[in-house]
């Protein structure tokens, strides 16, 4: 077993970023040829998009279906892995890949590690991935397997660069199973009430917003970004907005993928209920905030400056 | 757990005088309605901080003499060895937990009426107060000078017998010697009036003759009011405010510095409906600010929060953190932040139940966070400490997550019932306190005086506080989004069921005033409304307002402030002699009033409804109901009267047949289900059933202690028997 | 319908925790257990939408106290699978063994939790299908039955919802806020004791140690207290820069 396959992610005819973040993390590693699986309706659409510094070789296996098809999905990765035999085998801790790449590596008797934020190599695989809801890290290794599938958690590899001679392109064939699902169609969620738990990107104020009237000025710039308004505490006390709002001890325990933290300076309670998220990006003015030591990202700078900003170039 | 270290600063001990005060914990003087005459409330009240980890406790304002007597209002007394006997049980109880003891000694001069004691006070002018009754002090030449100032004296030595640690000489809120100090009560020509250091002679001397007598014994206070804010009539913190300070700050070894007076004193006693945490540095904070001092500084401001308190001392605006508020919603704060469970924090919610108690005149404080204050020592009830049920096996189900379910599920949970469920029909627990705690604004703009309606999003600490610990508690399950039925109750496996199923606003105008419904009144219609559906915004609310307000708290008037804020044309109507009666007793009357004046609310009291019909009110003059008066309305809000909601009570006492066929041993009701009453009635009913829920029968409370006196014992300050003593710990489960 | 409804009691960590075992465990004195979130929902599911609903998990002595929970709910029958063997089992190892215990009840549909709150691997509702040959769809956020089908609405990322239909039997991992779980009054919970609760080992599901390890898909090596971090990485720059930089990492986190 030689050789790191990448399996690229695509969704209604676009390549999804993490696919890069994917063949960066690969390129990382230097195990050997890095192939990259375009399973799919049309491979050669992403042709372009996957020259990329580090791809060595484009498989593609072209699909009967237009959309992704776990069991399809399943049995085209199968048959990859059984033609190319790679060491590594890497897909995005997507949605999509939940819905086949663990039975991929269930039925082939694969090493296996999902979420994984860490990955290097030691006479084989070692991953790093959160453990205890977040508490602790975990180091996994995979002795014994000829083959390991890992799910790399997205926005945490650098993506790869665009440049290189362009990969080999070929077609694999593979033997595809039937489809055992139907897609019927895609839709939108609809609005409804406010559930701050259920968003992706929250963008949350605090004291520092300073007056009640500027409450909607933040519901606008949140709308904007596409984020969820949530708020600290004292705005609840003071009455600016409602309960199901607040962040915190008392409030809602939220972990969006990022929590954006604008003038909040992080009380204690408040940190109880959003240290979890993904990515916390918080600006304050006050180098000392407390909310600076669980942020990923911090800017020491004035809200409505940044704010101003962020609605300028979002607009 | 262990403390978090950025809360070291606050554990800190700092010297006053001759006095080490452990850490930065102070309870500044506050009344609790237990004076010198209920020394088992006064000692255990006090005594359940020093427990708690306050570093210093101290009285209520402590006459020093019979001239200032502000009967009904209670006061501490120090005026002879039965005082000091009395005292001395407080003072003893601090010092067994490592607590300071306190005594802020007062004169009060016109502001005390002397109800009781029939004696005449004296001032530095002949000008009545501005608080009482039109009360006129006696002029003080030079004798009532000395003698005044030798009631200090005395008063101070009988403290120091009493063990206290701190004597204060105390002039905030306009008493006697800042009735000297200040323009606007002295119009004195000699030598203690007219220039500054004239004026401020008697306070200074009495602090002189104060030091020589306990000064080397006890650390010398002065609560002073760095500014009246009534401007330049008064004392004014940037001039006369700062310079006393720098006058006298050689015979003080402790400030404690407050805003105001007591006419209104709200403006000091803050309560969250206008004024933030730390409302009062503006003021108090320009003592240390402006290097005025080189003692050190206590300061109050409704603070509650661990990490506002580090703020204050890191930044130097106080060297101690005051709180009379914060200590009596948790005696435990100091401990619990020590404990590294802050989170464990019972927040004041600023609503001044307690203070109302004080001012009605009489009765034993209360406090809408904490059932247990005022019932530490005639009930035993200490605010941490639960002992087992002795029926713990009994499974409970308590219906309605309102205040009183909230806190009686909290309290069964932990006196170890081995399992409670509370059961809530609502998406959230909290009850009317969810939407009440949306009221409280108005337009949002500033008011004629310090203090602009921010509204009462504090209350829902309420909520807060109970949701934390009824997470905490394993032996105690929520559930929401369910509405039981009666064949539910009986159906559910519990031995005990606790009715907590709230009230509702009359929607037919019922009111306290004629006992009837109102002709035309009917909220079913849609341009009618009970102060919830205001709330709830599923109505339309048209141009013209009218409010009836029978409720006499801060219902009909919360409604006219939200309203006239929105740009309604309100008129507030009651039937009362003022709007809101209770909020003078919360100290909220005088912000609400400028709020609704500003807004241009039209208030009509002495004022009821005859008849309501589409498009307009009939009004009459309580004291004469032969002429009405038809107003124009779009919109009618009426605050009446509330009824409980008790239809599941009734229907399950109606069948007792199946109630002992599922295994359902009692039915209590709490709260206003029960009977519709203020929240921190409803807190305290619900406590009550669950910490009495294994006597013989928990529907009747035990008998409390009464501090009386019983004929036949030997004479005033000779007790032959011994007032009955409740168990310090309670037993541990 | 039958449906099998795998569970998982899940581990919740102290603030204060030690870790034992050389660095590979957290000392079980700072573990406090409860039934998986998302296992509350797959379970409601099952009530709302079967005949009977069989719950069974594969956990020690603790996960008792999440079956009889199920029970009380209303599931018929529980069954607990443990053996000394399975000491560290990770999700794939599990998925072997419930594929055993789910396979002999025959089930016309099998929910389970997208994922578990302490070990978030969000593989073992698939490896078990896997297994099973089962039909499967991951993270279904609504279903309803039609007949012999069921229509499914995935919830994707960027709040994005695809349709799919498939049909029974099946495997479907759900979602938090699929539904609004019932709760057991205090009856159910003591009428919970008398519903059958099985417990079997390895041997009682006819399976051996080396199946179980053929089947494990990772080792742990060791736990560790992740660093406090370098703190946060300090945007520079003016105002501009700084939201010009927010915002690329908003839409990078996002993209995920």
Known sequence: ?315 | MARDPKYDILFEPIQLGPKTLKNRFYQVPHCIGAGSEKPGMQAYHRGIKAEGGWGACCTEYCSIHPESDDTSRVSARIWDEGDVRNLKAMTDRLHHFGALAGIELWYGGPHAPCMESRATPRGPSQIPSDFELNIHPRYMDKDDINEVQQMYVDAAIRARDAGFDIVYVYGAHAYLPFQFLSPFYNRRTDEYGGSFENRARFWKESLEKVREAVGDDCAIASRFAVDHLLGATSIQVDEDGVRFVEHVDHLVDLWDLTVGDIAEWGQNAGPSRFFEENHEKPFTGQVKAGNHTNKPVVGVGRVTNPDTMVAIIQSGQFDIIGAARPSISDPFLPKKIEEGRPDDIRECIGCNQCISRWEIGGPPMVCTQNATAGEEYRRGWPPEKFSKAGNADKGVLVVGAGPAGMECAMVLGKRQMSAVHLVEADSEIGGCVNWISKLGHSDGKENLFRGTARGLGEWSRIVNYRQVQLDKLKNVEVHLNSRLSAQDVLEYGAEIVVIATGCHFATDGLNPATHTPIPGADTSLDWQLTPDEVVAGNKPIGQRVLVLENEAYFMGASIAQKLAGEGKDVTLVTQAADVADYMHYTLEAPMLHRDLHRLGVDIRTYTMVDSIEPGACTLYNVWDDRHKDKVEVDTVVLCTQRLSNDELYRELKSDPAALQREGIEAVYIIGDASAPRMIVDSVFDGHRLAREIDSDNPAMPLPFIRERRLWGDTGNGDFESQLLAPSDMVAAG | ?256
């Open chain 3, 1 to 256: 319908m039958r449906i099998v409804v795998p569970v998982k009691q899940v581990a919740v960590v102290d603030e204060d925790f030690e870790l034992v075992d050389g660095g590979s465990a957290v000392d079980p004195d700072f573990l406090e257990w409860s039934l998986n979130e998302w296992d509350e929902f797959s379970v409601e599911a099952a009530l709302q939408m079967g005949d009977e609903v069989i719950v069974v998990t594969v956990g020690e002595e603790e996960a008792t106290e999440g079956l009889l929970a199920c029970l009380a709910k209303g599931a018929d029958r529980a069954l607990r699978i443990w053996d000394p063997a399975l000491e560290g089992a990770d999700a794939l190892a599990v998925a072997r063994v419930l594929a055993a215990a789910v396979g002999r009840e025959s089930p016309d549909l099998v929910l389970c939790g997208v994922q578990s709150s302490d070990a978030v691997n969000s593989a073992t509702g698939i490896g078990l299908a896997a297994h099973l040959d089962l039909p499967h769809l991951a993270v279904a956020r609504a279903i309803s039955a039609d007949g012999d089908s069921l229509t499914v609405e995935r919830e994707l990322e960027g709040g994005l919802i695809e349709v799919v239909r498939v049909g029974l039997p099946a495997l479907l991992t759900v979602q938090t806020g699929i539904n609004e779980p019932r709760y057991a009054n205090l009856r159910a919970i003591k009428q919970a004791r008398e519903k059958p609760l099985e417990v079997l080992d390895l041997a009682g599901l006819g399976l051996s140690e080396s199946d179980v390890d053929a089947a494990r898909g990772s080792r742990l090596r060791k736990l560790a207290v992740p660093e406090a971090g370098e703190g946060a990485e300090m945007l520079q720059g003016s105002p501009a820069e700084v939201a010009t930089r927010i915002r690329e990492i908003v839409a990078e986190r996002l993209s995920a």
């Open chain 1, 1 to 315: 077993m030689s050789g790191v396959l990448v399996v690229a992610e695509a969704r209604r005819g676009e390549l999804r970023e993490v696919t890069l973040e994917l063949i960066g993390a690969a390129k990382g590693l230097g195990q050997g040829p890095l192939s990259v699986a375009v399973v799919d309706h049309d491979p050669s659409r992403f042709a372009d998009r996957l020259a990329l510094d580090g791809v060595d070789a484009v498989l593609a296996v072209k699909t009967p279906g237009e959309h992704f098809e776990p069991h399809v999905a399943q049995s085209a990765l199968e048959g990859l892995i059984a033609a190319e035999q790679p060491s590594l085998v890497l897909l995005a801790h997507s949605i999509d890949s939940l819905g086949f790449a663990p039975a991929v590596a269930a039925r082939g008797g694969l090493g296996f590690a999902s979420d994984v934020t860490r990955i290097w190599w030691e006479d084989g695989p070692v991953v790093g991935r959160s453990a205890y809801g977040g508490k602790l890290e975990a180091e996994l290794d995979f002795p014994g397997r000829d083959t390991v599938l890992l799910l790399l958690r997205g926005g945490t590899f650098e993506p790869a660069e665009p440049g290189g001679a362009a990969p080999a392109w070929r077609e694999v064939a593979v033997e595809l199973r039937e489809p055992r699902s139907e897609h019927v169609e895609f839709r939108e969620v609809e609005a409804g009430d406010v559930d701050i738990t259920k968003a992706d990107f929250l963008l949350s104020v605090g004291r520092g917003i300073e007056d009640k009237d500027n409450v909607e000025q933040f519901e606008e710039l949140a709308e904007r970004l596409g984020a969820t308004l949530s708020v600290s505490r004292p705005l609840v006390d003071a009455g600016w907005v409602p309960g199901a709002r607040q962040v915190g001890q008392s409030g809602k325990t939220v972990k969006p993928k990022v929590y954006l933290a604008l003038g909040i300076s992080g009380a204690v309670q408040h940190l109880a209920g959003m240290r979890g998220a993904d990515t916390i990006i918080a600006v304050n003015t006050d180098p000392e905030a407390p909310i600076f030591s669980v942020a990923h990202y911090g800017a020491v700078a004035d809200l409505f400056d940044v704010a101003e900003q962020l609605e300028q170039q979002s607009g």
